[in-house]
């Protein structure tokens, strides 16, 4: 028997494994068709958190999706030919990655691949950090295993590199500074708050800010992104 999917992949409207989930500009996800059948009732406001939502703050997560796919593939769970086929042609096709491009720790494409002297791969950071805390034991085989144990795995990292060139790269998320940026501009707008607060605000991030690659400096396009969601509410 399959396990339940885990709970983000499920939508909140249909209580269903989402086949072409849909993030909204508050962070939450809906299937699509959930989600347009609930706009079609009339309702103009977000199911989840009751703040003012339209079809247009609505994007669609190709990242999640093949989170979803892959774990329905690894676990048996048929999501249907049919429903397969809508979701690639309404979004493109989405390709799920090969097995051993997967870290056992992270459950994500490996970006720096090392390997052991039994053939497993780990993520080096995750690797590196699991024998920090719990010990020089392998998290698969439970055999010891330090950090002189393990050995770039160069060719792994190429035929990684390879695919992701030759599909698209489903995994390249959005950073954390990335995310925490749009859910702060989306928590302004949902508060209501005066056109001029919001620019003051944004103003004032901006020269607080520092060049540096953990918190870059808000750039032109930010504001303007910012003004058109505004604008959007109104």
């Not at 709970?7 to 849909?22: G, T």
Request: charged residues 25%.
């Amino acid at each position: 028997m399959a396990p339940a999917p885990p709970s983000d992949y499920l939508c909140p409207l249909s209580k269903k494994l989402m086949r072409e989930p849909m993030m909204s500009r508050y962070g939450n996800h809906f299937e699509r068709d959930a989600i347009m059948e609930w706009f079609s009732k009339g309702n103009n406001y977000c199911p989840v958190t009751g703040n003012p939502l339209r079809p247009s703050n609505l994007i669609s997560d190709k990242t999640l999706q093949w989170k979803i796919n892959y774990w329905a593939k690894k676990n048996g769970y048929d999501l249907g030919e049919e429903s397969k086929n809508e979701a690639a042609a309404s979004i493109g096709f989405i390709a799920v990655p090969y097995e051993q491009f997967i870290c056992p720790l992270t459950n994500e494409i490996m970006e720096d691949p090392v390997c052991t002297k039994e053939g497993l791969n780990f993520e080096r950071k995750a690797i590196l950090r699991w024998l920090d805390e719990k010990g020089d034991v392998c998290p698969v085989t439970n055999k010891p295993l330090t950090m002189a144990g393990l050995v770039t795995n160069s060719k792994l990292q190429w035929e990684i590199q390879q695919w992701q060139l030759n599909t698209g790269d489903p995994t390249q998320q959005m950073s954390e500074l990335e995310l925490q940026g749009k859910l702060s501009k989306a928590m302004m707008i949902s508060s209501d708050l005066p056109l001029s607060d919001i620019v003051r605000a944004l103003a004032a991030d901006q020269a607080a800010s520092q060049p540096s690659p953990a918190n870059p400096k808000m750039e032109k396009e930010d504001f303007l992104s910012v003004l058109d969601d505004v604008m959007n509410t109104l």
